[in-house]
């Protein structure tokens, strides 16, 4: 068979979607998929290189640059699921309850909390980043810490500091159970976030294998990939909602689970 | 000062080198140590010197009316090597870690080392790196150093082997300095030499045994000297 | 290999440029690194010469769990002192997670493998006659081990560079238990993780270079010490 | 402590298992890496006889500059390969990126300066005699350049294994060129380091302990091979 | 066969060990090289076995009607260290090494070994570490490892210095017999023995030159023969 390369950004893979979607399209169609599991810079910068196929991220500016820059063609949404703020249960900064992440932010800055950030430039650092600024404020209180490590890491980390963070709910879902933080605000509009899957720009490059890869593109956004995406459950919750075509509502975004 | 009982020792599963029921020395002789290559002399200098533990038998020194006790501590007891291990680094900084363990210091150990350089005909080499020596050399610095620590029993093995006529003279003279100090002193060695025949007493390894002779008094028989007869 | 040029360039400009941000990491990597060679070095010397001159049943075995220690990744380290250190393990009321004193366990854990089979293999190459020769002319314990360190100290300083080598290149147990928080346990190799995760490889080469040309200094500065001299190894 | 112990038992649940998935990514873990060491030690035993035994001007530059490479984190040669490899790199062409190959020559850069550092190290201390003795007996020069490696083949084991356990360990390159792609390029330390971005940290050690076993089994068996003896150092 | 002119070496800063002006040798006579210690026939013997490179003039072999060339090709030469180094080996390994370098096999190599070590009174010892060998049997062996190729030209450097006396009658014996199958032997020694005394011919450094002598014609005059007399 042959084969497709697609870089994705580590919290899609590692909830399982993939393993879960992928093998379905393998059945019907003569391609073998490599996932190249990566953050979400690096796997824009796999593209622009030519190294994959196509892309499936979350960083709607980048993608954007992207694809303006000519690096990318054919871009689609293809889901989305949102983004939450946890902390400790005890919640000592007392922002718990709320779905105004902008004044949670700019509480937790007022009160000098503990908030670890991904400070890496990923799609959820550029989110924080927002929010910040909608916020008024410049994160550099003293209890500010910028880690520069993946969302599971800065999730432990979260949890040995018994401080705040802002995590996509996948990875939240997926390490919960190991984690000592719940869940402090959550439902904001503010807080949604898209999945795009997008070609590399076959004139760019040659031995791509374009042809393969809008295939694949083309089958995410179809009627099976999108409801195999909607029935997908990590650990019971549901956890992408499938967004193509539409121009997604960011309200649905939010609350269903 | 020195009783031997029972000893033996052997390698691997052959047979003892030697048995030694007893030997008594009151380390006031010279001794020269014979016996054939493979015979076990330097075997025999290690376990006295306590390098080794022997198979079999108990060694017990005596030193200053103490109290008969293993091999004492080194310092006192010097066996020097056969062939003889000298430190990395120049022929003066091998006699300066001497002294460093002595715990000289300064213009005293200066002296002493440029002194015992002279001594050894070694002074022209003091900076040049010691294991660029020749060999005969070598040997010499060896003995400086030894003879820097004026130990109480010395053990040589073979000091004379690769030495010139002048330089066996000389520590000739060194040795029977050494022992009017009252050091005990055993030095083997296969050729006859000016040393060898200032020994007197003699211990002959042979046919599995330690045959003991006193030379002064005659009791050894004039032996047919190899090379030199 | 124009964009690699360019990269090389970027490096040297970072370098020069006196970028306090960059000197700090440059700081905080080489404090924790050199800190815990010089922690890790006098007891792997003891143990290497242990395993190197004492005759003990079951020392070939110990000899090769060391060697098997050198094939430990650097983020199971990580992994394991992380819970230990975590709130929730034995050592958490510690507090040492996220600092810089974890960093350096950390690495005295990595370093300690690699140095104590180096230090073994050349202390083991001293000729036996050296520790008995030093014992006799009147040097203890300490002394003659100090001398046989002496002798073999080419491979010491080889032992210890190889060592530094790997704590000042290692990222994994870093990042895990330092955080790579910046201003406090950021190092040049979390820094260049970093970049990489963010698909700035340029930057990341950059800031490699950097390690490199400190370590080459490092390197040169050690070489002009010891004299660039050579051995003498006739017995 | 109770949930490393866990661990533990986990690690060994999972060799014991047989689990495929698992054989399969230690398969590629010891394929590519012991590949790598065999490819790496011919030209490093030739490179380091001659830092150890010709005079050449530049001579200690050019061990500062191998000692200096032992520093060279892995992801910065990780980066390096990817701009080569990578289709819009020079040597893009060749199609090697995301490939067992790409690993294998990463790996090879990885292990050659610690391979030469540590062999210079060991050849250096072989008594200059040595090689005369032999060359006057009648050996070639090939012959009394193994003569030389016998001579030091307690270094030279010492310096296989631990250039084998720095790469069997590195995940930065291995990840980076290699993609860490699923029954293709993933090896051990890959899927640690996957494992600990899900935050899987227990099952990240216990893969960890597999990896350490197998290393263990590796260096018994190398133990046993060259007898457990100890050199004879007297000259 | 040998032919020196100018010939002159030294170490560092320090004045030339000594000069050679011109020596010619035919390699006939059994020849005695003798010298203080650190006079330079450790020097000199590298040298001429080109293994040192001199500072100043010229070395030229002749061997087999050849032209005269610089030292000739390891193996047909060869020079015996004064301290032989021993492969890190049994006893018959390291004669196993020299047999697999001359390209012997099997049961040739075997016997060939077998038959050099019973003639060095090494058979007992063949399966021994050669480093744990005693002092007079490491010497056997060097002696032994190098009679196994039978070279055109020899050259001991103190080979008799920690031999018995019955090694030295079987090495006297050994190196005759060679000389009369045409091998140029040169060999450096401090002690008289039955060796020496079969020597032919005597180079004896000296104030920083080479005095030749023909002993068997008696040009050499009867010296003071050192610790012998
Ligand atoms: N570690 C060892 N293993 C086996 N045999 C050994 C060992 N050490 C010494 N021997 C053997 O024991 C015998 C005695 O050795 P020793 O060195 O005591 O002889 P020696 O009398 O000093 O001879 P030489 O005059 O040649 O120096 C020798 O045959 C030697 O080969
Ligand atoms: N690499 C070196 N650097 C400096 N001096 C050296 C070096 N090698 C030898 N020498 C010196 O040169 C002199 C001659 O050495 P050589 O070994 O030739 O003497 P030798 O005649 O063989 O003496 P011996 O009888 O003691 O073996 C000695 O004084 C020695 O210290
Ligand atoms: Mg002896
Ligand atoms: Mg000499």
């Known amino acids: 068979a042959e084969i497709i390369r697609l870089a994705t950004t580590t919290s899609t893979y590692n909830s399982g979607l993939l393993d879960y979607l992928l093998p379905k399209f393998e059945q019907d169609h003569p391609y073998q998929i490599q996932v190249i599991p990566v953050g979400t810079g690096k796997a824009l910068r796999l593209g622009r290189d030519g190294d994959v196929d196509l892309v499936l991220t979350h960083a709607p500016a980048a993608e954007k640059a992207f694809v303006d820059a000519g690096y990318g063609v054919e871009p689609h949404g293809v889901m989305y699921n949102d983004f939450v703020i946890v902390g400790p249960s005890d919640d000592p900064a007392g922002i718990k309850g709320g779905d105004d992440a902008v004044k949670a932010l700019a509480t937790l800055a007022d009160k000098n909390a503990t908030f670890v950030s991904r400070g890496d430039d990923s799609g959820t650092n550029k989110k924080e980043n927002h929010l910040w600024k909608a916020a008024g404020v410049t994160p550099d209180f003293s209890n500010y810490k910028a880690a520069g490590q993946g969302m599971g890491a800065v999730l432990k980390m979260t949890s040995e500091l018994q401080g705040y963070t802002l995590t996509d709910r996948g990875t939240w879902l997926a390490m919960k159970d190991n984690l000592d933080l719940s869940i402090l605000v959550e439902g904001d509009t503010k807080l949604f976030n898209p999945y795009q899957v997008i070609l590399v720009n076959p004139e760019r490059y040659k031995n791509l294998n374009t042809e393969g890869a809008r295939a694949l593109a083309q089958w995410l956004i179809s009627d099976e990939g999108q409801t195999l995406i909607d029935a997908f459950r990590l650990k019971g919750k549901v956890l992408f909602h499938a967004s193509a075509g539409e121009a997604v509502d960011p309200s649905k975004a939010v609350g269903a689970n | 000062m020195l009783e031997v009982s029972r000893l033996s020792h052997g390698f691997g599963r052959r047979p003892p080198l030697w048995e030694i029921p007893h030997l008594r020395w009151d380390g006031r002789s010279l001794v020269h140590l014979r016996g054939d290559n493979g015979s076990g002399k330097t075997t025999l200098l290690r376990l006295l010197a306590g390098l080794d533990t022997p198979r079999r038998g108990t060694i017990r020194w005596t030193l200053d009316d103490g109290a008969p006790a293993a091999p004492p501590r080194f310092g006192d007891l010097l066996y020097l090597h056969q062939q003889p291990y000298l430190f990395d680094t120049s022929v003066a900084g091998n006699l300066r870690h001497v002294a460093r363990w002595q715990g000289w210091r300064g213009d005293d150990a200066r002296s002493r080392i440029a002194s015992m350089l002279a001594r050894c005909g070694l002074a022209d080499h003091a900076r040049q790196h010691a294991r660029s020596l020749s060999g005969g050399e070598r040997m010499r610095l060896a003995l400086a150093r030894a003879w820097l620590l004026s130990p109480r029993v010395l053990l040589l093995d073979e000091p004379t082997a690769s030495l010139d006529r002048q330089a066996i003279d000389d520590i000739t003279a060194l040795i029977l300095s050494l022992r009017e100090t009252g050091c005990a002193i055993v030095l083997s060695a296969h050729q006859q030499s000016v040393l060898t025949e200032r020994c007197d007493a003699e211990w002959h390894l042979e046919r599995g045994g330690l045959q003991v002779g006193d030379m002064q008094a005659g009791i050894a028989e004039p032996r047919p000297l190899g090379a030199d007869s | ?235």
């Open chain 3, 1 to 235: 290999m124009h964009e690699l040029m360019a990269t090389m360039g970027k490096a040297l400009h970072l370098l020069v440029s006196f970028d306090p941000a960059l000197w700090e990491i440059i700081g905080v990597s080489f404090r924790v690194s050199l800190t815990a060679i010089l922690v890790a070095l006098p007891p792997a010397l003891l143990v290497a010469l242990v395993l190197a001159r004492v005759a003990f049943p079951g020392r070939w075995l110990a000899i090769s769990l060391v060697n098997t220690f050198m094939a430990v990744p650097t983020v199971v380290v990580g992994l394991v002192l992380f819970m230990l250190l975590s709130r929730s393990g034995p050592l958490g009321e510690w507090q040492l997670l996220f600092t810089q004193r974890a960093m350096v366990i950390g690495q005295i854990i990595l370093a300690s493998p690699i140095l104590i089979a180096m230090l073994h293999s050349s202390l083991q190459s001293i000729d036996q006659r050296a520790w008995e020769t030093a014992r006799q002319l009147g040097a203890g314990r300490l002394q003659a081990f100090a001398m046989l360190i002496h002798e073999a100290r080419f491979g010491v300083i080889a032992a210890v560079l190889a060592a530094f080598g790997r704590i000042i290149a290692e990222v994994g147990s870093a990042v895990m238990i330092g955080g790579n928080i910046e201003h406090f346990t950021r190092t040049i190799t979390t820094a260049i993780a970093l970049e990489t995760l963010k698909g700035e490889f340029a930057q990341g080469i950059a800031l490699g270079m950097v390690l490199l040309l400190l370590a080459l200094l490092l390197n040169v500065l050690l070489g002009v010490m010891r004299g660039r001299g050579q051995q003498m190894v006739s017995a």
